[in-house]
């Protein structure tokens, strides 16, 4: 009985002695991103390399937003889904590339701790929306091909707000629970996060707390993520392979996957550079790993879509002769005016 209650008594005091030690001990109000290397020489040729896929990327970004804008031929739903990819791919890489590229130029990168959180939310935000864009895509083509007749009908304005609105939505959920978890842990000493960003994976290996609810939210959040698009994608595109092999003339399936191949290679890149960094195998070189497979889906990924869609599609090629020509002309009549 006496050791019973001895023992609570040591048990009690031993978790108030850590509580009140953790209290007491420096709270971190800031962190330092140790950056993609710590290689002097490599600095400046990344810094003008990732400046210059930056620049590709906002420039292919907004000219694919603009473009669509301005041209009424590209007022469908397939471009309507292709601008608010490009202008999630736009804003989240706008999210952390300003931080890594001053990583490359100074001795200490410092970010506040409500700065790292509300970076955190961001990327998580635009990641997920991102993820359900790329599966809206999937069943609209899906649609296009395998059900011509009803397209105009299934994929009508209002569905086409209401699966946006409910990407966005999922985007917020993945956003709200990876932060809200993350906001409940403590940082005691440890404050440089072995990244160029504040991602989650990074974050959590610097918390004096338990982080088992963080791990949980992670494998269910971000295997719900995965997995729900892509059973989604793979059904559409087993179902559109089907359909384009029925399809009797050759043009006809030649059309047909020209149209779906753009939005496979975009589907297999980031899908692929994700399933790599968050379900990788524990090694001892999975951060250098985990950081180089996150610049390619942050970093190339936002710069290669733009591309992708405009070299690889006819409509949008046409639409830019337009634009461009209708631009010339217009100079060229009021240089004679």
């Known amino acids: 009985m006496y050791f019973a209650s001895s023992l609570t008594f040591y048990s009690s005091h031993r978790s108030l002695k850590r509580r009140m030690t953790l209290k007491n001990s420096s709270s971190v109000t800031e962190f330092i991103l140790a950056g993609l290397t710590d290689q002097s020489e490599l600095q400046l040729p990344l810094f003008f390399m990732f400046m210059v896929t930056y620049v590709i990327t906002i420039v292919g970004n907004v000219g694919l937003i603009i473009l669509i804008r301005m041209n009424a031929q590209l007022h469908t739903p397939m471009y309507y889904f292709l601008f608010n990819l490009s202008f999630i791919d736009l804003c989240y890489s706008s999210v952390f590339t300003p931080k890594m590229l001053m990583n490359f130029v100074l001795t200490k990168n410092i970010i506040s701790y409500s700065g790292c959180m509300t970076q ?48 966005y939505a999922m985007g917020f959920a993945g956003a709200m629970a990876h932060t809200g978890s993350m906001l409940r842990l403590s940082f005691c000493q440890a404050n440089i996060i072995n990244h160029y960003m504040c991602d989650i994976l990074p974050l959590l290996q610097l918390s004096c707390t338990s ?64 399933l790599f960094m968050y379900f990788k195998p524990t090694s001892s070189g999975s951060e250098d790993q985990g950081k180089v497979s ?28 337009k634009t461009l020509k ?12």
């Open 120 to 167: 955190l939310c961001f990327f998580c935000f635009f990641v997920v929306s991102e993820c359900y864009v790329l599966t809206i895509m999937a069943y609209d083509r899906y649609v296009a091909i395998c059900h011509p007749l009803l397209y105009n009908i299934t994929m009508s304005n209002q569905v086409c707000l209401w699966l946006l609105g409910g990407a």
């Open 211 to 274: 982080t088992y609810v963080n791990e949980l939210v992670v494998f269910i959040v971000v295997g719900t993520n995965i997995i729900v698009p892509s059973v989604t994608i793979f059904t559409s595109y087993v179902l559109i392979l089907f359909s384009i092999l029925n399809i009797s003339s050759t043009e006809g399936r030649s059309k047909a996957f020209s149209t779906c191949s753009s939005h496979i290679i975009a589907i297999i890149l980031f899908f692929g550079s994700g």
């Open 294 to 321: 996150s610049v390619f889906y942050t970093n190339v990924i936002p710069m290669l879509n733009p591309i992708i869609y405009s070299l690889r599609n006819k409509d949008v090629k046409a639409a830019l002769r």
């Open 326 to 337: 209708g631009r010339i002309f217009s100079r060229t009549g009021a240089g004679f005016l």
